[in-house]
């Protein structure tokens, strides 16, 4: 059986996708998925098969192991910078410009 992780998982509107262990990623349906729904990061076993638009597709996945709850897999944002932040940058912006003139 192909192993692979899950990128994402959207349980409302119950589809996602996983990845391959070479890196192909595949479209899984919820229906497809035995147990509970997946989240993201979880490392699952899976069947491949084409699913009705002719494209390959994951079907009879099983999770082999689950992601830990807090699991950053999928969200790459940065915390915004604080206030401070982006004064000190305009200043700093600011003193660069008057000593190019």
Do not use: C
């Not at 996708?17 to 990623?25: I, L, N, P, R």
């Not at 699952?44 to 992601?67: C, H, L, P, W, Y």
């Amino acid at each position: 059986m192909p192993q692979g992780h899950v990128k994402v998982f959207h349980p409302d509107k119950n589809y996602g996708f996983v990845v391959t262990s070479d890196g192909e990623e595949l479209h899984v349906a919820g229906d497809q998925v035995a147990g509970d729904a997946l989240r993201s990061g979880d490392e699952v076993e899976f069947e491949i098969a084409e699913n009705d638009r002719g494209r390959a597709s994951a079907t009879q996945v099983r999770v082999t192991k689950t992601a830990p709850a807090d699991n950053p897999v999928g969200r790459t944002m940065a915390a915004p910078p604080t206030w401070d932040e982006l004064e000190e940058r305009e200043r700093q912006r600011r003193m660069a410009r008057r000593r190019r003139r």
